[in-house]
Nanobody
Framework: QVQLVESGGGLVQAGGSLRLSCAASGRTLSSYVMGWFRQAPGKEREFIAGIGRTGLDIIYTDSVKGRFTISRDNAKNTVYLQMNRLKPEDTAVYLC???????????????WGQGTQVTVSS
């Protein structure tokens, strides 16, 4: 079983940038498809981005395309989410997730981190 810990959240002004990290332990990260999700107060959890085991297959939700970039460093057992041109509506708890599967999907992840808060002020 893999354990996931997110970091890198914080308070940033609109237009700014943050880089989130998700460190994995317990199992080799290269065995997992990884995803980033977010959940704002009163809203459902939303898929943001997913990346395949080798990093070649990547998908994004439309609202973050061109602003966010997901990447992974399997040697460091870490997945990243670079967030640029942040907007107040990006404010949420951001969570990383892992699953033992082949195809990158927008749902169906079994392992989750605790999340890191991102707050974007206007």
């Amino acid at each position: 079983q893999v354990q996931l810990v997110e970091s890198g959240g914080g308070l940033v002004q609109a237009g700014g940038s943050l880089r989130l990290s998700c460190a994995a332990s317990g199992r080799t990260l290269s065995s997992y498809v990884m995803g980033w999700f977010r959940q704002a107060p009163g809203k459902e959890r939303e898929f943001i981005a997913g990346i395949g085991r080798t990093g070649l297959d990547i998908i994004y939700t439309d609202s973050v395309k061109g602003r966010f970039t997901i990447s992974r460093d399997n040697a460091k057992n870490t997945v990243y989410l670079q967030m640029n041109r942040l907007k107040p509506e990006d404010t949420a708890v951001y969570l990383c997730a892992a699953d033992w599967k082949v195809v990158v999907t927008r749902s169906g992840y079994d392992y989750w981190g605790q999340g890191t808060q991102v707050t974007v002020s206007s």
